[in-house]
């Protein structure tokens, strides 16, 4: 399966784009989508989830556009929402059956397969309480069972892993990984490590435009010799993080550890620094930074 997206735009009141000129080219494998808010994620896939139509642009489906045709994606399609809702008086058993009825899904095979993805996401010792009683992670899990049933081609994540815990989240991505060999896999997460465990290629997003789409290690390099740590008092911290790009900080007693990124052309600092291994999260905050002054 292929998706083209191809100059793609969606604007709104007055000059304001939630994208603009948007190109993507998706196979099989998992795509990690990273950006600030209101980079224009959860709009690139409400598009592509046929709910919010482009105001121009297409995104073509094995070559067809399904801005024209939305039923040839809808039944491939596994989507979850940010703001997924559920009804709170169902059992997990119950809402899934109900979302497999609207799928047009039936038979012992639904059964079958509502109590596999129980077991996968942790569920089976609560399936038969009401959704009410359930904690936000738990919600969230039954959110990601219903965007698996039917076993979907496409799937369409955004934010999934808000309210797991780390061992969750670590059966999560483990379950994702299993499943991107022969699917299209759509994933936005502000957890970098997400993203950086299990995607094959990210597509890092600002203002509404495509800044990069690459495999984790070429946007690695991004940072690679770039990356550092030094170690300042309260009064230099002030000051140095108004001159550099921070990426990470630890408090410690009299001070702080700063991790940081150099910029283009950016000498290193005088004060003593300790060279250190980049992530992708140094290289996707250079990246974004980068594009930021640009503007």
Do not use: C
């Not at 957890?191 to 495999?215: C, F, K, P, R, W």
Request: neutral net charge; charged residues 20%; without cysteine.
């Amino acid at each position: 399966m292929e998706i083209s997206i191809k100059n793609l735009s969606k604007k709104y009141k007055g000059d304001k784009y939630g994208l603009k000129n948007f190109n993507l080219e998706l196979k099989n494998g998992v795509l990690g989508l990273l950006g600030p808010n209101g980079a224009g994620k959860s709009t690139l896939m409400r598009m592509l989830a046929t709910i919010t139509k482009p105001s121009s642009g297409q995104i073509l489906l094995n070559g067809t556009d399904i801005t024209k045709s939305p039923n040839a994606l809808r039944k491939l399609l596994g989507y979850l929402p940010q703001d997924f809702g559920v009804y709170d008086n169902l059992t997990a058993v119950e809402f899934l059956q109900y979302i497999a009825a609207l799928k047009g899904y039936s038979g012992k095979l639904v059964n079958t397969r509502i109590e596999a993805l129980l077991e996968e996401l942790n569920l089976s010792l609560v399936r038969d309480q009401a959704i009410s009683t359930y904690s936000g992670g738990m919600r969230q899990r039954v959110g990601i069972a219903q965007v698996l049933l039917g076993e979907p081609q496409l799937i369409i994540l955004d934010e999934p892993t808000v309210g797991l815990d780390p061992e969750e989240r670590v059966r999560f991505r483990n379950l994702l990984s299993d499943l991107s060999g022969e699917r299209i896999i759509i994933l936005s997460s502000h957890i970098v490590s997400d993203i950086e465990t299990i995607a094959n290629e990210i597509a890092i997003m600002y203002e509404g435009q495509l800044l990069t789409h690459q495999t984790p290690d070429i946007i690695l390099q991004a940072v690679e010799d770039r990356t550092y740590e030094v170690q300042l008092t309260n009064e230099e911290f002030e000051t140095f993080k108004k001159q550099y790009l921070v990426t990470n900080t630890l408090r410690k007693a009299g001070g702080w550890i700063v991790r940081f990124v150099l910029q283009r052309d950016m000498p290193l600092p005088t004060l003593p620094v300790t060279a250190v291994l980049g992530t992708l999260e140094d290289a996707y905050l250079r990246i974004v930074s980068a594009a930021k002054n640009e503007n």
